[in-house]
């Protein structure tokens, strides 16, 4: 998700920095034309003046979005750290947070409720400011968040039926701020 949401702030098209399609064997493929595109599309890219970050508790999930994130040219766009949700804060007093946590599906959770319950805890805490979207095909474990969300998308992630939830928190008194 982090490399997908950079790409999308900067304005970098799919594949940029891919050296060769099929379609450039064809028998009517046209390298100027194509090189045209290729560099509108270059230049089209914008300064993103915000901050992406990127969090897991699995050393080789960090690793791994650490080598993709430099395959795809975007070093120095996106922070990674290895460390739990519950332990992350925030740098701002707002902003958007997208998070694919577990479904109990590929990756076991010991009590899903529990778990989608500390993930509302966590952001009623800490991210107040924020909106939080969450993508999770445990349709009942994520009733457990204990807020209510302002925006159900349904879709699929491959063949599991999911939502996209939106949880708006809004900024609660200075007080509670500064204590972060």
């Known amino acids: ?36 595109v290729r560099e509108e599309a270059i230049l089209s890219q914008v300064v993103f003046q915000h901050k992406i970050y990127a969090s897991d508790i699995d050393f080789k999930a960090v690793n791994s979005v650490g080598y993709n994130i430099e395959k795809a040219g975007l070093e120095g766009k996106i922070q990674v750290s290895r460390e739990r949700f519950e332990n992350v804060i925030p740098s701002s007093e707002n902003g958007l ?6 479904y109990d599906e590929r990756m076991e959770l010991e009590d899903g409720q529990a778990f989608y319950k500390g993930l509302g805890d966590t952001f009623k805490k800490n991210w107040a400011g924020h909106s939080a979207w969450i993508i999770s095909s445990n349709l009942e474990a994520v009733k457990s968040v204990g807020l209510r969300p302002s925006r159900r998308i349904p879709l699929f992630n491959g063949k599991l039926e999911c939502r996209l939830l939106r949880y708006d928190m809004y900024a609660g008194s ?7």
């Open 1 to 36: 998700m982090p490399i997908e949401a950079a790409m999308l702030a900067y304005n970098i098209p799919p594949q940029i920095n891919r050296p060769s399609f099929a379609f450039m064997r064809w028998e009517n493929f046209d390298k100027k034309g194509w090189e045209k």
């Open 97 to 102: 947070l997208m998070m694919n946590p577990p």
């Open 174 to 180: 200075k007080r509670v701020r500064e204590e972060r």
